[in-house]
C-alpha cells in the first residue's frame, strides 16, 4: 500500500506547476518556451501518479480506496475528504490521461499568452481529479464548478469567432444547473447532518424529500452529461473552443454527468431514480436517434462529433438508468471509450484545421493519399467512435444495450437504431474527408503527421484496441464497486419500475407525488399565514 | 462615570477628529493628505482600542452605549473597509482637485457614527449615531464643489435620506409610546408577553424596517442608490459601497434580535418581500448598465437581498451568515473600488465598463485580481464568495425556507451575467490605450490584499466563520 496522500499529491501537482509557471520572467518566446515544458512535465508527472494508483489499486474491495480525511472546515462538519471506488478510479486517470495530450496538441498551436493557456488547463486538470476524488459533497460541489472558471477563459480567450456567445452559454447553463444542486446538497446536509458522501450513500432520507433532491441533482447532471433537451450549449462550445479544449470538453468534462449519477442520484435517492428511470429512458432514447438524425446533416465536423457525443451520452445515461450491472458497466465504460475516443476524434479536426483553418467538411477530399498515416489513425478512431467489435466503442454500447435490453426490449431496439444512424455519418465524413477526389489544392498539398502529432494519438489508439479487445484489462477493477452499487439498490424493486414504464408514457406527469408537508411549510413562510 | 473604558475607542475617534478639524481649518486644503494620512492613523489605533477591549462586554452611558463581541467585530471590520476606503481615496483627490480639509475629517465622524450605530442600545443613541453618520455621508457626496453631477447626488441623497430618517424616527416615537421605553431590552422584555404585541408596535417595526431599508437600499427604497453611487464622486462611492453598509446591516441585526427578537414571525414576512425583490432587482436591472460605479450600485442591491436571506432564517447561524456575507462583500468591494480608482487614461477617470476593454494586455496584475473578485462575486467556488452564499443559503436551508433558498440561486444566475460581461470585457476585447500608471501603489496593496483573502479563505475558512459564530451567539444568550 502506499503511504502517502497520493490523490491529494495528483489533485494539487498541477497548481504546483501553475506556480512555476507564475514566476516565469524574461522575454516572450523563451518564457512561452518555458512554460510549455513546465506544463508537460507536471501533467505527465501526474499522470505517472495517476499509473501508480491504478497499479496499487486494490480490486478486491469495494470500499473506497487511498482515502484521505482533514477537518478541512470544522465549522459545518465539512472534512477534506478524498478517495477512489472502482467507479471514480478510471476517471481520475482518464483526467490525468487527456491533460498531457491536450498540453502536446497546442504545442505549435498556440501563440497569443501561452502562459495563461497553460496555466487555465493545469487548473483545469486540478478541479478534474479533485472532482472525481472528492468524497464530500461540499468539496465535490468546489471542484465541480470551479471547473467553469478555467473552461469559460479558455473558450473566451483561445476560441473561434462566436467564442463569446459560446462561452456565456456554456457557463450559465451549466451554473444554472449546478446551483440547483447546491441547494440540494444544503438541504442533504440538513436532513441527514452531514455533507460526507460515504455516509450520505448509506443514509437515504424520506421518500417525499427524494424526489426534489433528484430532481435538484438531475439538473446540474443532466446539463453537463448534457442530456436532451439542455444539450444545446455543447455544440456552441465544442465548436468554438480550442481543440485543446474541446478535447477535454468532450473527454471528461460531459463525463462529469455520469459520475454525479452513479455517485449521488443513483445511490443517495434510490426510490426517486426508479421512479424517474423511465424518463431518463426516453430521454436518453431521443437524444440518441435526435441527435444522430442532427449529426447527419451538419457540414461542420466538429459540430458532428459534438453532436455525435450527444448521441453517445444518450447511450450511458440508458445504461446507468437499467440500474442493473450490464448496464451500469457499460455505462462506465462507454463513457471510458467516448473519453478516449471523442476526444481522440476532436484532435484529428484538430490537426487538419490547423493546416487549413477549416472545419467545412466539402473543403477536403481526397486526403488518404497524401496523409496515409492520419488516414489509419481517423479511421480507427471513427470505427470505435461507430461501435465497431475489437474496438473499446463496441463494449460500451454493448452493454448498455444489453442492460436496457433486460429492462425493455423495445429499449434495446430504439437505442440500436442511434448506431446505424453513428455509422451512417460517421462514414459520411469519413468518405468526404479522406476518400473521394482531391478537388482542393491546399488540402491536396496538406503534410502528415508529424512526430508530435503522432505521439498524441499513439496512445489513445493503443488503448481503444487494448480495451476492446481485453475490456477485463478495467473491467474486473470497476466490476465490485458496480455490484455493490446494484446489490444497495437491489432492494428497491427494479420491476416495479418496469411495470411503470409499460403503463405509463411520461412518467413525470401526473403520477407525481403530492407536495410534501416540508415545502407546504415553507409556502406558508413566503405568505402572511405563518403562526406562531 | 461608570465603565467609561468600554468607549474609549469611539472617545478616542471623537476627540482625534475635532483635533484633525482644528488642524485643517489652520492649515488649509493643502494640508489635505496628511490630515488623509492622520485619519487613517486614528482608524489604525481605532482599531488597536477596539481589540483591546475585545474581552469587555457591558453598558455605559445610561445604558445607552453598548459594547459586546458582537460589536467589537463589526467595529472592527468596519474601521478596516474605513482605513481601506480612505487610503484609496488620496491620490484620487489630488487627481480631481478635491483636496478639502473636510473630505478625512468627514470620513472620521462617518465612521465615528458607524461605530456608535452598532454599539446603540436604545432607539436615541440609535437616532443619533445613525444621523452622525449619515450627514456626514450627505456632505461628503457633494464634496466635488463645482460638479453638478455631485452636487444633484448629494441634494438627492439627502432628501431620501431625511425622508427615510423621518420615517424610522416615526417609527421610532410609535414604538415608544406604544411600549413606554425606548431601551432595547427593555422594549424585548416587555413584548415578551404577547398580550402587549399591539398594532402601534407593529406599525412603529415596519416604519423602522423601512427606514433601515433606505439605508442598506433595499428594494423598493432603493432608488437613490444608482444615482447617488453614480453621481458622487468615485472615491466617496467607494466609502458608500464599502462601508456604511455594514454598519447598517449590524444595526438592523441588533434592532432584530434584541428589541424584536422575542417577534420574529413580525419581521421576518417583511424581510422575505425585501430580499426577495431586491434580489431580483439587482440581477435584473444591472444587466443593461454601462457604467461601473451604477453597475456597483445594482450589484449592492441584490447583495443585500442575499445577506438579508440569514437574518430571514432568524437563527444563530443566520446571522453569522449574513456577518459572513457582509464581511466578504466589503472585501470584494473594497477590491473593486480599488481597481475602478486605478482606472484613468490621460488624467480622466474610466467609468464605462467597456472602457475597460482589453486591460489584460495593458495591466495584467489589475485586470486578473478584477477577473478573480468577479469570479468571487458571482459565488464561483473556490473563491470567498461562494463561502458566503454557502453560508446564507444553508441558514436558509436549515430554516427550511427552501423557495427562497431556490429563488436566491436562479437569481445569483442572472446576476452572474453581468459580473461575466466585465471579465468579457477585460479578458477577451481588444485592448484600447494603456491607463496611466501614477499612484498605484497604495491601491495595488489594498487590491492585492482583498485579492488573497478571496482566493486564500478557501484554505482555511473555519477562521472566519468561528469569528462570526462567535459575535453572533452574544445575541442569542438574552433570547
Known sequence: ?532 | MENIVIATPEIFLALSGMLLLMLGVFKGDSYTKNLCWGTIAVFAFGVVLVFANRGLSGDTFFNMFHLDAFGTYLKVIILLGLIASLAMAIPYLRQEKMEHFEYPVLTLFAGLGMMMMVSSNNLLSLYVALELQALSLYVLATIHRFSMRSAEAGLKYFILGALSSGMLLFGASLIYGFTGTIHFSEIATFLSTPENVSEGVIIGLVFLLVGFAFKISAVPFHMWTPDVYEGSPTSVTALFVIVPKVAAMGLLIRVLFEMFGTIPDQWAQVLVILSVLSMAWGAFAALTQENIKRLMAYSSIGNMGYAMIGLIAGTEQGVSSTLIYMTLYMIMTAGVFSIVLCLRRNGIAIERISDMGGLVHTNPVIAYILVILMFSMTGLPPMAGFFGKLAVFNAAVSAEYYTLAVFGVLTSVVAAYYYLRIIKVVLFDQSIDEIDHTDLFVKKVIMIVCALIVVGLIAKPSLLFNTTDQASSILFEKL
Open chain 1, 1 to 532: 500500500m502506499i503511504t502517502f496522500p497520493i490523490l491529494s499529491l495528483m489533485t494539487f501537482l498541477p497548481l504546483v506547476g501553475v506556480l512555476f509557471i507564475l514566476i516565469i520572467r524574461g522575454d516572450a518566446e523563451i518564457s512561452a518556451r518555458n512554460a510549455k515544458a513546465i506544463a508537460l512535465w507536471s501533467s505527465l508527472f501526474t499522470f505517472a501518479l495517476s499509473c501508480v494508483l491504478l497499479v496499487n489499486f486494490d480490486e478486491t474491495k469495494t470500499g473506497f480506496q487511498f482515502v484521505e480525511m482533514i477537518d478541512w472546515f470544522p465549522a459545518y462538519g465539512i472534512k477534506y475528504h478524498l478517495g477512489v471506488d472502482g467507479i471514480s478510479l478510471f476517471f481520475v486517470i482518464l483526467s490525468s490521461f487527456l491533460t498531457p495530450i491536450c498540453i502536446l496538441s497546442s504545442w505549435n498551436v498556440v501563440q497569443r499568452r501561452v502562459k495563461e493557456y497553460m496555466m487555465a488547463f493545469l487548473v483545469l486538470e486540478t478541479f478534474m481529479i479533485g472532482t472525481f476524488a472528492a468524497l464530500d459533497s461540499i468539496l465535490f460541489y468546489v471542484f465541480f464548478e470551479g471547473v467553469l472558471i478555467p473552461m469559460f477563459l479558455i473558450i473566451g480567450i483561445w476560441g473561434g469567432d462566436r467564442r463569446i456567445y459560446s462561452a456565456f452559454k456554456f457557463f450559465l447553463y451549466t451554473f444554472l444547473g449546478s446551483v440547483l444542486m447546491l441547494v440540494a446538497i444544503l438541504t442533504l446536509y440538513f436532513q441527514v447532518g452531514t455533507t460526507d458522501i460515504p455516509t450520505l450513500m448509506a443514509s437515504p432520507v424520506a421518500t417525499y424529500m427524494q424526489y426534489w433532491l433528484w430532481l435538484a441533482f438531475f439538473a446540474s447532471f443532466a446539463v453537463k452529461m448534457p442530456m436532451w433537451p439542455v444539450h444545446t450549449w455543447l455544440p456552441d462550445a465544442h465548436v468554438e473552443a480550442p481543440t485543446a479544449g474541446s478535447v477535454i470538453l468532450a473527454g471528461v468534462l460531459l463525463k462529469m454527468g455520469g459520475y454525479g449519477f452513479l455517485r449521488f442520484s443513483i445511490p443517495m435517492f434510490p426510490d426517486a431514480t426508479l421512479y424517474f428511470a423511465p424518463m431518463v429512458y426516453w430521454l436518453s432514447i431521443i437524444a440518441i436517434i435526435y441527435t444522430s438524425l442532427v449529426a447527419l446533416s451538419q457540414q461542420d465536423m466538429k459540430k458532428m462529433i459534438a453532436y455525435s457525443s450527444v448521441a453517445h451520452m444518450g447511450f450511458v445515461t440508458l445504461g446507468i438508468f437499467t440500474l442493473n450491472v450490464q448496464g451500469i458497466e457499460g455505462g462506465i465504460f462507454q463513457m471510458l471509450s467516448h473519453g478516449l475516443i471523442s476526444a481522440a476524434l476532436f484532435l484529428c479536426v484538430g490537426v487538419v484545421y490547423d493546416r487549413m483553418h477549416t472545419r467545412d467538411i466539402n473543403r477536403y477530399g481526397g486526403i488518404v493519399r497524401n496523409m496515409p498515416k492520419y488516414a489509419t489513425v481517423f479511421m480507427i478512431l471513427l470505427l470505435g467512435s461507430v461501435g465497431l467489435p475489437g474496438t473499446s466503442g463496441f463494449v460500451g454500447e454493448f452493454l448498455a444495450l444489453l442492460g436496457a435490453y433486460q429492462v425493455d426490449p423495445y429499449l434495446a431496439i430504439l437505442a440500436g437504431t442511434g448506431v446505424v444512424l453513428g455509422a451512417t455519418y460517421m462514414l459520411w465524413l469519413y468518405k468526404t474527408v479522406i476518400f473521394g477526389p482531391q478537388v482542393h489544392a491546399d488540402a491536396s498539398g496538406m503534410s502528415d503527421l508529424d512526430w508530435r502529432e503522432t505521439a498524441m494519438f499513439v496512445p489513445i489508439v493503443v488503448l481503444v484496441i487494448a480495451l476492446g479487445v481485453y475490456p477485463s484489462l478495467i473491467m474486473e477493477k470497476i466490476s465490485p464497486s458496480v455490484k455493490q452499487l446494484v446489490a444497495q439498490i437491489e432492494p428497491y424493486s427494479v420491476k416495479e419500475a418496469n411495470l411503470q414504464m409499460f403503463t405509463n408514457i411520461e412518467p413525470a406527469s401526473g403520477k407525481f407525488p403530492p407536495m410534501p408537508d416540508v415545502i407546504k411549510n415553507d409556502n406558508d413562510k413566503m405568505g402572511m399565514t405563518k403562526d406562531k
